[in-house]
């Protein structure tokens, strides 16, 4: 496992069509959705529409079969309905996975995750919190492309901290229903017996999603350079090489996503009343 920031494959370079021909594909996915966009014209944007094509390649086709999989999901989850005040174990699941106040220095939102503390609540409680952050990356820009950073920190990880089952229900989640939303997932500081559990995930991650994937050794020169260029490293985690040592302060979070949650619900019902008409 390399400790320098890099994938384990070289990006595929996949040939993008030019602006007039992804509207005309965002078009025809419209046109096979048929009514779906009147019932869901907030979900099935133009944006969320090229998120998806270009998650797909470009194929039309994939492209509104994944987004038909995805409304039957969402009219079962409602996942625009999940607030902060439904989530359980808030104090001890923020410790866990967290939207920090800063963003990398291209302005996309970083989501910290730290899966070696143990998770007070269930599993079906863990995978409703992954979607109420999913949601609120969706609102994090206009088109949500790429606008995610992903950093987990590998400290004290083992077998037992990530069941394999719901690792492969999150990366189902992730991949199906928030295509696109991740630019790059760093891998921090993974330890050795973290390799046949990688081998195994492996078989899970689309193509795409792999090469997203870095790994990133905190004690190694390159890979802390590398993460200055990304970061501003008096906000960034000392756990990632930053220095910042204060922790998350659960109040003022608290506060930060209740305001998050009042303009998701604004435009929610926005987006309901539009639909109505």
């Known amino acids: 496992m390399s400790y320098l920031l890099k994938s384990r494959r070289e990006p595929t370079l996949h040939e993008q069509p030019s602006s007039e021909e992804q509207q005309a594909k965002i078009n025809e996915v419209r046109e096979l959705l048929v009514d779906l966009p009147a019932e869901m014209p907030g979900f099935l944007s133009d ?3 090229h998120r998806f094509l270009r998650a797909r390649n470009w194929s039309t086709v994939q492209a509104t079969k994944t987004l038909k999989e995805a409304v039957k999901w969402r009219r079962q989850y409602k996942p625009e309905m999940i607030r902060w005040e439904d989530l ?3 104090e001890n699941e923020v410790k866990r996975a967290y939207i920090p106040d800063y963003l990398d220095k291209n302005g996309r939102t970083v989501f910290v995750n730290l899966p070696s ?12 919190q992954l979607v109420y952050n999913l949601e609120n990356f969706t609102m994090s820009s206009e088109s949500a492309q790429d606008n995610v950073v992903w950093v987990v920190d590998f400290r004290g990880w083992k077998l037992s901290s990530t069941p394999l089952a719901e690792t492969r229900q999150s990366l189902n989640i992730i991949q199906n229903y ?4 991740v630019a790059v997932a760093i891998l921090c500081n993974p330890p050795k017996i973290f390799e046949s559990f990688w081998k195994i995930v492996n078989y899970f991650i689309e193509p795409e999603m792999r090469e997203k994937v870095k790994f990133v ?6 890979s802390q350079r590398i993460m200055a260029d990304m970061f501003d490293l008096d906000r960034l985690e000392c756990a990632f090489g930053g220095r910042n040592t204060s922790g998350i302060d659960i109040v003022e979070y608290s506060e930060r996503m209740r305001k ?7 435009s929610t019902n926005a987006n309901a009343n539009a639909s109505s008409y």
């Open 117 to 128: 503390v143990k998770s007070l609540t269930s599993g079906k409680e863990q995978i409703k």
């Open 178 to 181: 928030y295509p696109g939303l």
């Open 88 to 90: 359980a174990q808030r």
């Open 47 to 49: 944006a969320t529409i």
């Open 260 to 266: 998050r949650d009042q303009v998701r619900g604004a």
């Open 217 to 222: 050794y905190t004690n190694n020169s390159e």
